[in-house]
């Protein structure tokens, strides 16, 4: 069984910066892809940025030059600094990661974390 636990959400106003962990835990063999999601109230999940496990990054448009998304392979932790929030940037963040585990791969959820802006 794979954890996934997500942290450093909370409210801040605009422009400020908030950086969100996510820790895998369990009987992981490798980790794949790890990405963020967010969901904001009344829309649809979307992704906001993906990195490999080679390193490279993918970001949504809304988050380009704003956003970095990291990872440290050791501690099976993926990051996301983000900087210049905007009030819509306002979401619960969700990390998700490709794990292979001695059954085989499969695609592991946290339960999120909130991020609020707002003046």
């Known amino acids: 069984q794979v954890q996934l636990v997500e942290s450093g959400g909370g409210s801040v106003q605009p422009g400020e910066a908030l950086r969100l962990s996510c820790a895998a835990s369990?009987?992981?063999?490798?980790?794949?892809?790890m990405e963020w999601y967010r969901q904001a109230p009344g829309k649809q999940r979307e992704l906001v940025a993906t990195?490999?496990?080679?390193?490279?990054?993918i970001y949504a448009d809304s988050v380009k030059g704003r956003f970095t998304i990291s990872r440290d392979n050791p501690r099976n932790t993926v990051y996301l600094q983000m900087n210049s929030l905007k009030v819509e940037d306002t979401a619960v963040y969700y990390c998700?990661?490709?794990?292979?585990?001695?059954?085989?791969?499969?695609?592991?959820w946290g339960k999120g974390t909130l991020v609020t802006v707002s003046s």
């Open positions: 998700n990661a490709f794990v292979r585990t001695i059954p085989g791969v499969m695609k592991y």
């Open positions: 369990g009987s992981i063999v490798s980790i794949y892809d």
């Open positions: 990195i490999t496990s080679g390193g490279s990054t």
